[in-house]
């Protein structure tokens, strides 16, 4: 299902599992199974509202975004692990530079009250499923606006406007 809303609509499952919803790479995988190649990069893609979020929070210091596991306790109890997307401020959480890592919900409360990061999964209208490795928000947002980042230690001063090497051939 994408973009599932509603009052019958849940994340978790009849025997209790997480339910996600189908991420854009997933249905693109499901397609390719019947023949369909189609490619798609979505944090290529961002919508204009997930651009301006983004750039928003990293004008407040936040400058990656990833996926931990987040401890949490069910209505049952019962303790699970849920993917939830973060908006961090790096230099603080260097325990967390690992995608998909487990979160401990006493640190994370500690962190959120150190304003260090953000739980962004359930914003408005903005969904997430391309958040599959840890990105520099800067880098997403230069990336959407065409620009192709550069490494921070390769000297452009010697390239044309088509990023590639001056060469003087005699014409």
Known sequence: MIK??????????????????????????????FGFYVTYDVKNNLPQETFNFLAQVLDLGFDKITRVALETIDDCGIK?????????????NT??????CKLARKAFNQKLTDNVLMNVTHTD??????VIYIANISDILKENLGEVPVPPNVDTSGFTEYDSEVVNDGE
């Not at 509603?6 to 025997?15: F, K, P, R, V, Y």
């Not at 325990?95 to 998909?100: A, M, V």
């Not at 209208?125 to 391309?130: C, E, F, M, R, V």
């Open 80 to 92: 699970v692990w849920r993917p939830t997307i973060l908006v961090m401020k790096s230099e603080y």
């Open 4 to 33: 599932g809303h509603g009052s019958l609509i849940t994340e978790i499952a009849e025997d209790g599992g997480d339910l996600p919803f189908l991420s854009t790479q997933q249905i693109l995988d499901q397609l390719m199974k």
């Open 125 to 130: 209208n903005i969904q997430w499923d391309w």
């Open 95 to 100: 325990d967390l530079l690992n995608f998909d």
